[in-house]
């Protein structure tokens, strides 16, 4: 039924339980699975060049470290994962990025924000299940 | 003695406050910081001392060494002629149009509307380059001709800066040549003194710049230059010795943005009077518009003549309006100088500020000729991760993250 899988992982809780749902689907459908880290937070506004490329290698080794951390995983399911890493905004590239490479599901963890927030602007979570093409899977 | 430390407490609690809400708002931290200075300043009556308005100065001299030494040569022989070209325009056009705005419509002095002219002259580099690299932009042939140009504009800003308010007397004349004999032999020197001396605990290396640039600073004071200019000069000509040596580069920004950039920020927003930006807010919002749209008028058909389509030419011009570090020294170098009153430096450095984020937010969200961002891409060679340890049935195609300036392949 799911041929191909796309799970987002940041290194959150809530991503771990995304992942080990993923790691599960994958196995009983004998899915191709991907994962998606955002890079969201490069710093706008800076004074120097020296400053983005910084914080461009910090969020660099942060999202090494949540890759190796989900190939431990992969490699216990006895799955093959491929992990990608786009910049830009975490509802978007995501939207963007299943609409380009035809994923059958999204997992993610939830993300709670406060009630005023989602009223608002709409959760992660809400906004994902919402604008992307294929099925969501929302774990808790 | 005891308020020294009770200054100097108060001013670092400021400076870790703005380090923690860039951390929190994924902002610059030089942006929080005149942030938390103009509400210290109004807030807290917060005032510089003497020390405090030394450790600025000298953050500024270090913050536009860093930019002068951050410019990729190969980059800039790239396309020349689009380069010089919008480079160059990107600054006359918003220099004399908000100088001539300043002057005949505001009522300006003429050495004010001159300090507006060239705070509101220039681009941010660091901004542009934020946008690029998280586009994926910096790679392609529009990202490394819009960084390039970049370069050439901040250095007319600085020359600007450094030789409009000059005292044109032997001074002058002594400090041109000083300079022109350093800028030609500094390179070789340099890299001679540092393969001599090495990476030490001491810091040897990083002294060596710092006695350069303090002494070139001197004579540029002397002349009544501003201690900027030799800076980003020598760190333009050093740039290739800094693109070498990433880790004397980490080295002296830890230095500056630790304990000497802080000040400096804090400084700049603090002297920003919120009385001034409330009654000014409509002049703010002109001079904003006055950059803008000088930049295009200059910009905007430079770029198309030099056959980039219109919404790559409207991205373009929208990333050569933002501005911010050299804005805000030039605002400061005004106010210091008396130049400018603090009314007029609230309205300068305000709508340099918003010129750093406005034209940013309308270039991603209407003009990003690209649509989506691309993702980043190396491969690990399973044969580095079998080296490593790592498994062997994954496959990464994890996108980090090119050091240094943009590749230039």
């Known amino acids: 039924m799911f041929r191909k899988i796309l799970v987002a992982i940041d290194g959150s809780e809530g991503a771990t339980k995304a992942l080990r749902a993923a790691l599960d689907v994958a196995k009983h459908y004998e899915s191709?699975?991907?994962s998606i880290s955002i890079e969201e937070h490069l710093p706008h506004?800076?004074?120097?060049?020296?400053?983005?490329?910084?914080?461009?290698?910090?969020?660099?080794?942060?999202?090494?470290?949540?890759?190796r951390e989900a190939e431990s995983a992969a490699i216990a399911y006895g799955i093959r994962l491929t992990a990608h890493v786009m910049p830009g905004h975490e509802v978007e590239a995501i939207v963007q990025f299943v609409k380009d490479r035809g994923f059958d599901l999204l997992v993610i963890g939830f993300m709670g924000h406060s009630r005023i927030y989602e009223?608002?602007?709409?959760?992660?979570?809400?906004?994902l299940t919402r604008l992307t093409p294929c099925s969501v899977l929302v774990v808790k | 003695m005891e308020l020294t430390w009770l200054v100097a407490a108060v001013w670092i609690g400021m400076a870790l406050v703005a380090s923690l809400l860039s951390v929190r708002l994924g902002m610059s931290v030089a942006l929080v910081e005149i942030c938390v200075g103009f509400a210290g300043g109004n807030l807290l009556d917060l005032h510089a001392t003497a020390w405090i308005d030394f450790l600025a100065a000298v953050g500024s001299v270090l913050l536009t060494f860093?930019?002068?030494?951050?410019?990729?040569?190969?980059?800039?022989?790239?396309?020349?002629?689009?380069?010089?070209?919008?480079?160059?325009?990107?600054?006359?056009?918003?220099?004399?149009?908000?100088?001539?705005?300043?002057?005949?419509?505001?009522?300006?002095?003429?050495?004010?509307?001159?300090?507006?002219?060239?705070?509101?002259?220039?681009?941010?580099?660091?901004?542009?380059?934020?946008?690029?690299?998280?586009?994926?932009?910096?790679?392609?042939?529009?990202?490394?001709?819009?960084?390039?140009?970049?370069?050439?504009?901040?250095?007319?800003?600085?020359?600007?800066l450094g030789l409009i308010f000059a005292r044109y007397d032997w001074w002058l004349l002594a400090f041109t040549l000083v300079m022109a004999v350093t800028l030609w032999t500094l390179p070789p020197v340099t890299a001679w003194f540092f393969a001599k001396i090495g990476p030490r605990i001491s810091e040897p290396e990083t002294k060596f710049i710092l006695v350069?640039?303090?002494?070139?600073?001197?004579?540029?004071?002397?002349?009544?230059?501003?201690?900027?200019?030799?800076?980003?000069?020598?760190?333009?000509?050093?740039?290739?010795?800094?693109?070498?040596?990433?880790?004397?580069?980490?080295?002296?920004?830890?230095?500056?943005?630790?304990?000497?950039?802080?000040f400096y920020f804090l400084k700049a927003g603090s002297l920003v009077s919120l009385r001034a930006v409330l009654a000014s807010a409509v002049l703010i919002a002109i001079f904003?518009?006055?950059?803008?749209?000088?930049?295009f008028l200059g910009v905007w058909p430079l770029a198309h003549a030099f056959r980039f389509g219109r919404r790559e030419a409207t991205y373009t011009t929208l990333l050569m309006s933002t501005g911010l570090t050299f804005g805000t020294i030039s605002a400061l170098y005004g106010l210091s100088h008396e130049l400018?009153?603090?009314?007029?430096?609230?309205?300068?450095?305000?709508?340099?500020?918003?010129?750093?984020?406005v034209p940013t937010l309308i270039a991603e969200r209407w003009f990003d000729p690209g649509g989506a961002p691309k993702e980043e891409t190396f491969e690990r060679r399973s044969t580095d991760r079998v080296r490593r340890g790592e498994p062997e049935n994954t496959q990464i195609s994890f996108g980090p993250v090119q050091g240094g300036t943009p590749d230039v392949s």
């Not at chain 2, 800039?76 to 220099?95: C, D, M, Y």
């Not at chain 2, 004399?96 to 300043?102: K, Q, S």
């Not at chain 2, 400018?340 to 984020?357: E, F, K």
Request: aromatic letters at 10%; charged letters at 15%.
């Open chain 1, 32 to 34: 191709d699975l991907h």
């Open chain 2, 66 to 160: 860093l930019a002068g030494a951050e410019i990729d040569l190969v980059v800039l022989r790239i396309r020349w002629k689009e380069t010089v070209g919008i480079g160059l325009t990107s600054f006359l056009a918003p220099f004399l149009g908000t100088m001539a705005y300043a002057y005949w419509v505001a009522g300006w002095s003429l050495p004010a509307s001159q300090i507006a002219g060239i705070a509101l002259s220039t681009t941010s580099v660091a901004v542009v380059y934020a946008v690029m690299l998280e586009r994926g932009y910096n790679a392609t042939a529009l990202g490394k001709v819009i960084l390039a140009a970049c370069f050439i504009t901040d250095l007319g800003t600085v020359l600007a």
């Open chain 2, 288 to 295: 904003l518009g006055v950059k803008m749209v000088t930049k």
């Open chain 2, 212 to 262: 350069i640039l303090f002494a070139l600073g001197a004579l540029a004071t002397a002349a009544q230059s501003e201690a900027v200019l030799p800076a980003y000069l020598v760190g333009m000509v050093l740039a290739p010795v800094f693109l070498d040596n990433h880790t004397l580069a980490q080295r002296m920004r830890v230095i500056a943005f630790s304990l000497l950039t802080p």
């Open chain 1, 45 to 67: 506004y800076a004074a120097t060049v020296g400053e983005v490329v910084e914080a461009k290698q910090e969020a660099a080794d942060y999202f090494r470290r949540v890759i």
């Open chain 2, 340 to 357: 400018i009153s603090q009314d007029q430096y609230a309205i300068l450095v305000t709508a340099v500020i918003l010129s750093a984020i």
């Open chain 1, 119 to 127: 009223r608002i602007w709409g959760g992660t979570s809400q906004n």
